[in-house]
């Protein structure tokens, strides 16, 4: 066995995992109700959307073709390096350091791969009403293509670091500017620069990203930090299926590289008058803080919202505001639940006066702060409109 046939059985293993998520939700009655009118639903609207005519067309016309640039940033800001690596490794092929180092390479290529497809798929179902909106050629757009997927592997190089260094406050503040600079340099470079320096740019960020990753696919210091990784990259879809049912749990991934939160250490000061109703919510806060899946997918709907907010006009706005709010209760209502069902709290009262005082206090507090953004958010975009 080399690396190379390693690599496509464990690629192989990890789609029939991901099959097996969706054919356990998907039955023949939800795709029968659910997801062959969606299907039938999009496919209708399309084809009305390039005969230039439709609600979809309208709505597009109203936002100037303003919607792709945001869904642009959210792919950008989406996806991993995968290294299909798995704590066996560790004992039984860590020896054999040449073909970890095949399964990585060849990992690499494949994230990259299908970073390539995702800007493909979305570059020939979007050009048709680009060109006919912005005016641009076929070679502009290509350009434009070419950027964007070097723009997104640079990004994808740019997460490796985060992985295996340690995160602080100082550092990612850094991140975030660094992201800053980028997207507001890209946007200048897109409206100014010809297509030509923009293609090579592109190939620039291409070439940088992927010798990034030869080098750290090199490195087996931070193999952990890989391993950890790439089970939660597996679990994602199963955690996203799961996260709405109230049952469902999904095994937890220990991640030893995360470092107590800032809260953690100054419960004691926050909450200092210890009763019942403070216990539940000390619990509650700590454990929410310290799992990155939870505040992960609170502050990427909370992102989505955002930008639905800064693009669309103000009745869309307004539409966008009230179903955040009722999501959002209820999202943080499961959430706290999910958290309430340790094994910790076996025995404990969960129908008394405490735990439902402190379980509607967590969920007003995170609640009003998260709808606080998106008004912030909606009178920025109402004060430049």
């Not at 070419?146 to 190089?157: E, I």
């Not at 679990?235 to 800032?262: C, N």
């Not at 454990?287 to 006009?313: C, D, H, K, Q």
Request: charged content about 20%; hydrophobic content about 55%; glycine content about 4%.
């Amino acid at each position: 066995m080399n690396g190379r046939s390693l690599f496509f059985r464990r690629l192989l293993d990890y789609y029939r995992y991901q099959f097996k998520v969706l054919h356990a939700v998907i039955d023949w009655t939800v795709a029968l109700y659910i997801v062959l009118p969606a299907l039938a639903f999009v496919i209708y609207h399309y084809i009305d959307l390039m005969n230039g005519r439709g609600l979809i067309y309208e709505w597009s016309e109203v936002l100037e073709w303003r919607w792709l640039y945001a869904v642009c940033v959210l792919i950008v800001c989406t996806g991993s390096i995968h290294t299909f690596l798995m704590e066996a490794d560790k004992v039984f092929l860590l020896q054999k350091k040449e073909m970890i180092y095949q399964l990585k390479r060849h990992a690499l290529v494949y994230s990259f791969l299908v970073t390539l497809a995702k800007w493909l798929l979305l570059f020939f179902i979007v050009l048709p009403f680009i060109s006919h909106s912005v005016h641009i050629t076929l070679a502009e757009g290509a350009a434009l293509l070419c950027y964007l997927f070097g723009l997104h592997t640079f990004f994808l190089s740019l997460k490796q670091d985060r992985i295996r260094k340690l995160r602080s406050i100082s550092r990612r503040i850094a991140e975030i500017l660094l992201r800053a600079v980028l997207f507001s340099g890209s946007a200048v470079l897109i409206v100014f620069t010809e297509w030509r320096l923009l293609t090579l740019i592109g190939i620039l960020f291409l070439i940088v990203a992927f010798v990034r990753g030869l080098t750290k696919a090199a490195s087996f210091s931070a193999f952990e930090a890989e391993v950890t990784e790439e089970k939660k990259s597996r679990l994602a879809l199963a955690g996203l299926v799961m996260m709405m049912s109230q049952e469902a749990g999904i095994p937890k991934v220990k991640d030893r590289m995360r470092r107590k939160p800032l809260l953690y250490r100054n419960s004691r000061r926050i909450f200092k008058s210890r009763t019942i109703c403070t216990g539940y919510k000390e619990l509650f806060f700590k454990v929410m803080l310290r799992n990155g899946e939870y505040t992960r997918r609170m502050y990427m709907l909370l992102s989505a919202v955002i930008i639905l907010i800064f693009m669309t006009p103000i009745w869309l706005k307004l539409i966008a505001l009230l179903v955040y709010t009722i999501v959002c209760r209820y999202i943080l209502t499961l959430i706290f639940d999910k958290v309430m069902d340790a094994p910790i709290l076996i025995g404990a009262d969960k129908e008394s006066d405490e735990y439902y005082r402190a379980r509607k206090s967590c969920i007003h507090t995170l609640h009003y702060a998260f709808v606080a953004c998106c008004f912030l958010a909606a009178a920025v975009s109402l004060w430049f409109t």
